[in-house]
C-alpha cells in the first residue's frame, strides 16, 4: 500500500498542479526543487569570495585598517549592521521563494482516532491542488518580487552606509584641516609673544604689552581648541560609522582629493535615475503590490483538489478512497472584493512612492551638484585670499623687523592668515565630500 501511494504522489504530484485560472499541467521540471535549479541565496561570485574566507566580493580587496576615504566608503558599504541585515533578509526571503514552489506539490497528512465502540483507525492521505484559479503562482510570482526587491534593498544599504561614511569623513576632514591652520596660527602666536617677551626684558617694550600680546595668543589658542574637538568629534562619528578604530594620522596622511565630475547637469540626473537602487526598490516593491492583485483575484475562483486517503482499522480491514473537491475562498460577507480593492490600493501607493521617491533623487542631484558648484567657486576664490594674506603677513613681518610696522599689526596679520586658512579648510572639505557623495549618487558604491 505503501508503494502504491508513493506512486500516486510521484504521479500527481508530477502531473498536475494548479496555476492558472483555468486547470494546467506542470512536469516537475516546471518547478525548481533542487538545489542547482532553484534560485541561489548568493551569487557564485559571492560564494567564490566566501570560500576563500571573504564575506563578499568588497571584502577581498580592502586592507586590514582602511587608511583612505574610497577604502573606508567600502568598509561600510559592507560591513555596516544595515548591510548585514539586509543580507539576512535576501537569505530570508529566498526561503519563502522556496516555500510558495513546494506550495506546488502533494500535502501529505495522516490522523488516529479511537471510538468508544472499540474501532480505531489509522488514516494517511495526500490533498494535491489541481486548480486554484492562479493563486499559487500569484503567491510565488509575489515571493520572487519581494525576493527581488530584498536584492535591491541590499543595495541601497551599501549605498545608505557608503553616503553615512563620505558624510562623516567629509566633517571629519573639514576639522582636521581647520584645526591644523589654528594649530600652524598658534605657533606664529607663540613665537610674536616669545619676541614681546625679549623686548620687555630689554626694556623696549612695557609689560602691558606682553600681557595684550597674550591675551591675543589666548584668542587664537580658544580657536585651536575649538578646532581640536570638533576634530575628536567627528574621528569619534567616523569610527562609529565605520564601527572600527582608525588611525587618525595616517587618515590625515592620506587626505581624498576632489572626486573629478565633468557631466552637465542633466547628465547627472539622466545617470543618477538610471543608476539609483531607490528608483530600483520602488519598481520591485510596484512589481510586489501589482503580484498581489493576481492573488486577491484568485479568491473568486475555487480550489480544486484531488485528494487520496487509505484507512487501516483496528481489526486489519482497510479502505482507500480517491476524491475530487472543489472548495471557495470568498471570505466573510463580501472580503474577497475587499482584498481586490486593497490590493488595487497597494498599487497605487506604490506607484506614488515611486514619484515622491524621483523627486527626491532630483532634488539631491541637484544641491550636491550646486553645492559642488559654488564649493569650488568659493575654493577658488579664498586660495587667492589665504595667498594674499600670507604674502601681506610676510610682508608686515620684514617691516616689523625694521621697526616700521608693530608687533599689534604683526599679530592681527598672523590670526588673518589662520582664520582664511580655516576658511579655506573648510570649503576644501565640503568640497571634496560633495564630488564624492555626487559621485556615488550617479555611478554608485562600484565607483569608490
Request: avoid cysteine; aromatic fraction near 4%; charge should be negative.
Given at each position: 500500500m505503501v508503494r502504491w501511494i508513493l506512486g500516486f504522489c510521484l504521479v500527481i504530484g508530477g502531473c498536475t498542479l494548479a496555476d492558472s485560472n483555468k486547470p494546467s499541467t506542470l512536469r516537475p521540471t516546471d518547478v525548481a526543487l533542487d538545489p542547482a535549479a532553484s534560485t541561489p541565496l548568493v551569487d557564485a561570485p559571492t560564494r567564490a569570495a566566501t570560500s576563500t574566507g571573504c564575506v563578499s566580493r568588497l571584502d577581498c580587496v580592502l586592507p586590514s585598517a582602511p587608511a583612505n576615504l574610497p577604502d573606508l566608503a567600502r568598509f561600510a558599504a559592507t560591513k555596516s549592521p544595515d548591510v548585514l541585515a539586509a543580507q539576512a533578509k535576501v537569505a530570508q526571503a529566498q526561503f519563502s521563494v522556496d516555500a510558495a514552489r513546494h506550495a506546488f506539490y502533494p500535502t501529505p497528512y495522516a490522523s488516529a482516532n479511537s471510538a468508544q465502540d472499540g474501532e480505531s483507525r489509522l488514516t494517511i492521505g495526500l490533498d494535491q491542488p489541481i486548480s486554484t484559479g492562479g493563486r499559487l503562482r500569484a503567491e510565488l510570482t509575489i515571493a520572487q518580487a519581494r525576493k527581488n526587491a530584498s536584492d535591491i534593498q541590499l543595495a541601497v544599504a551599501q549605498h545608505q552606509s557608503a553616503e553615512n561614511l563620505i558624510q562623516a569623513y567629509g566633517s571629519w576632514m573639514a576639522a582636521t584641516l581647520r584645526s591644523q591652520a589654528w594649530e600652524r596660527g598658534l605657533k606664529t602666536q607663540d613665537r610674536i609673544v616669545a619676541i614681546i617677551a625679549r623686548r620687555v626684558e630689554a626694556g623696549v617694550s612695557s609689560a602691558s604689552d606682553l600681557v595684550l600680546a597674550k591675551s591675543r595668543r589666548d584668542s587664537v589658542y580658544s580657536e585651536s581648541l575649538t578646532a581640536q574637538s570638533d576634530r575628536a568629534a567627528?574621528?569619534?562619528?567616523?569610527?562609529?560609522?565605520?564601527?572600527?578604530?582608525?588611525?587618525?594620522a595616517k587618515l590625515?596622511?592620506?587626505?581624498?582629493?576632489?572626486?573629478?565630475?565633468?557631466?552637465?547637469?542633466?547628465?547627472?540626473?539622466?545617470?543618477?535615475?538610471?543608476?539609483?537602487?531607490?528608483?530600483?526598490?520602488?519598481d520591485a516593491e510596484i512589481a510586489a503590490a501589482q503580484a498581489g492583485k493576481a492573488s486577491a483575484r484568485s479568491a473568486f475562483f475555487p480550489d480544486v483538489v484531488l485528494s487520496m486517503e487509505h484507512d487501516k482499522f483496528a481489526d486489519g480491514r482497510t479502505d482507500n478512497r480517491v476524491s475530487l473537491g472543489l472548495k471557495t475562498k470568498f471570505g466573510a460577507g463580501l472580503a474577497s472584493g475587499s482584498q481586490v480593492g486593497i490590493a488595487n490600493a497597494a498599487v497605487m501607493v506604490a506607484e506614488r512612492q515611486k514619484q515622491s521617491t524621483e523627486r527626491g533623487i532630483v532634488e539631491q542631484v541637484e544641491s550636491t551638484y550646486a553645492l559642488m558648484t559654488t564649493s569650488k567657486q568659493r575654493l577658488d576664490a579664498l586660495s587667492t585670499i589665504a595667498n594674499a594674506s600670507k604674502e601681506v603677513a610676510a610682508s608686515t613681518q620684514r617691516q616689523f623687523e625694521t621697526g616700521v610696522k608693530t608687533w599689534q599689526e604683526l599679530m592681527?596679520?598672523?590670526?588673518?592668515?589662520?582664520?582664511?586658512?580655516?576658511?579655506?579648510?573648510?570649503?576644501?572639505?565640503?568640497?571634496?565630500?560633495?564630488?564624492?557623495?555626487?559621485?556615488?549618487?550617479?555611478?554608485?558604491?562600484?565607483?569608490?
Open positions: 567627528a574621528l569619534a562619528k567616523l569610527s562609529q560609522t565605520t564601527g572600527i578604530s582608525l588611525d587618525e590625515a596622511q592620506n587626505l581624498a582629493p576632489e572626486k573629478p565630475i565633468r557631466s552637465s547637469l542633466q547628465d547627472t540626473l539622466a545617470k543618477a535615475n538610471h543608476s539609483s537602487p531607490y528608483l530600483q526598490l520602488a592681527s596679520t598672523a590670526r588673518e592668515v589662520a582664520s582664511n586658512e580655516a576658511n579655506l579648510a573648510e570649503v576644501q572639505a565640503t568640497y571634496v565630500g560633495a564630488s564624492w557623495k555626487l559621485s556615488l549618487l550617479i555611478e554608485g558604491v562600484d565607483s569608490l
